[in-house]
């Protein structure tokens, strides 16, 4: 297992060196998955929403394929609730933004967020509304999006610093809430540069 985190967590930084990540998104959901596929289920539909958004299209089939649109990484995050539940909400790392550096968007409608507060009102009330599993909130401390701009030294290893974290807690609480030692990349839901380039 450390073989593939180290391959998975080496894989994702070669993307962003290449691809800068510009913010970091939180996203808290309703109904507080408990399983990382129901998770996944609900940044998919949201992915899809944001790149319909990000790109002007109007059918997910018709979204471009990465690099030619904005990039997402995403985690599936678990924590142990104050009743002893595991659930998960989803971390995304967004890139591939902006005309410069080493974007590649030729279309002239492409939406381009300057701030982290133009992409919280798309994430919240824009695409928000069409994102039933969403969590609605914006009550501080309990917003269902949350969108900074992306800070190296703090968003780099943010991810991979839960491999640890869940591993220590493996000890301190009861088996049956034991973490593998996983990475919590959500591979579906990731553009990810060809590990060969």
């Known amino acids: 297992m450390d073989n593939l985190n180290r391959a998975l ?3 994702i930084l070669k993307t962003w060196d290449k691809y800068p ?3 970091f998104v939180t996203i ?3 109904d507080m ?3 990382p596929i129901t998770a996944q289920s609900h940044t998919r539909h ?3 929403l944001l790149l319909r958004e990000a790109t002007g299209v109007k ?3 018709d979204i ?3 690099p030619h649109r904005l990039g997402i990484t995403a985690f599936q995050e678990r924590i142990l609730n104050e009743k002893g539940k595991v659930t998960y909400h989803t971390h995304m790392h967004l890139y591939n933004n902006s005309r410069t550096g080493s974007a590649i968007i030729t279309d002239p409608k492409q939406v381009i967020w ?3 507060s133009e992409l919280q009102f798309v994430l919240q009330y824009k695409i928000g509304p069409k994102i039933k599993k969403l969590l609605k909130s914006t009550t501080p401390g309990n917003e269902g999006v949350v969108v900074k701009r992306w800070n190296k030294t703090h968003h780099q290893t943010y991810n991979f610093k839960e491999i640890k974290r869940q591993e220590r807690k493996r000890f301190a609480v009861a088996a049956r809430y034991a973490q593998d030692k996983d990475l919590f990349l959500d591979v579906l839901n990731s553009d990810l540069i060809s590990p060969r380039h």
């Open 114 to 116: 300057n701030s982290a």
């Open 46 to 48: 949201t992915r899809n």
């Open 64 to 66: 471009p394929t990465f």
């Open 9 to 11: 967590t080496e894989w």
């Open 21 to 23: 990540p510009e913010f």
């Open 33 to 35: 998955p408990t399983d």
């Open 59 to 61: 059918r997910c089939g």
């Open 28 to 30: 808290l959901w309703n």
